[in-house]
């Protein structure tokens, strides 16, 4: 899960942010912010992996304080005055977003987070209690998981394991590179090799894409 706040003085721009980001299910925001001294103190205490960074605004220049903050913090600066990219791009910002920003932009920026970002969660694990049984299981050896009633079905190397809980419940536990293609699937985006008509194959294994993510998937999967 990326974990990032917004910084803007303007309310229309950080709604339609925040509506772009509730689109994707490994983003958290932490903070949703008008005045750029607020988030200061957030720094102090969080891992920030993304910072939407207005830059023209009364109390404090989005480009002064991104001068205050973490190395690690992915900076995207956001405004409508195309002269500022320059001094954006100088402080080692990751993209600039000109105003008024589309989601195919906003994926854009988004992308360039993932692939620059390390993926630690590969090597790391997560333990899957079947009945009276427990399994440490490998993310990155997780090809989908699949709905089942009350419980779900995590299609592995090993083969299958069934746990008593549900997609939802996962959806923000899992890595950034998981993500919701239906209802009933989530999909280690890492597999996937071909969108066929409305279906994603994982190798040769097909799983549904519903309306609601056709779009999603084609934009964060194969762009």
């Not at 023209?56 to 190395?71: E, H, N, R, V, Y």
Request: charged share 25%; net charge negative; proline share 4%.
């Amino acid at each position: 899960m990326l974990k990032c706040i917004i910084i803007d003085d303007e309310e229309l721009a950080r709604t339609l942010l925040k509506t772009y980001i509730d689109r994707l299910d490994y983003i958290e925001i932490l903070a949703s912010l008008e005045n750029p001294l607020e988030a200061i103190p957030l720094f102090k205490s969080n891992t920030i992996d993304i910072l939407f960074l207005d830059i023209q605004m009364p109390d404090l220049k989005g480009t002064d304080l991104a001068k205050m903050i973490p190395s690690s913090t992915q900076i995207i600066f956001t405004t409508a005055y195309s002269e500022y990219a320059l001094e954006g791009f100088e402080l080692n910002a990751l993209d600039y977003l000109l105003k008024p920003i589309t989601f195919n932009r906003f994926l854009a920026a988004i992308h360039k987070v993932e692939n620059k970002k390390p993926s630690p969660f590969m090597e790391e694990t997560i333990t899957i209690k079947s009945g009276y049984d427990l399994y440490k299981i490998k993310y990155k050896d997780i090809f989908f998981i699949e709905s089942d009633s009350e419980y779900v079905i995590y299609h592995t190397d090993n083969g299958k394991i069934m746990s008593h809980q549900t997609l939802k419940s996962l959806e923000n536990e899992l890595p950034h590179f998981f993500m919701r293609v239906h209802r009933s699937f989530i999909v280690n985006k890492n597999y996937a090799t071909t969108l066929k008509g409305k279906d994603l194959l994982l190798n040769n294994i097909k799983i549904p894409v519903s309306a609601t993510y056709y779009e999603l998937v084609k934009e964060s999967i194969f762009n």
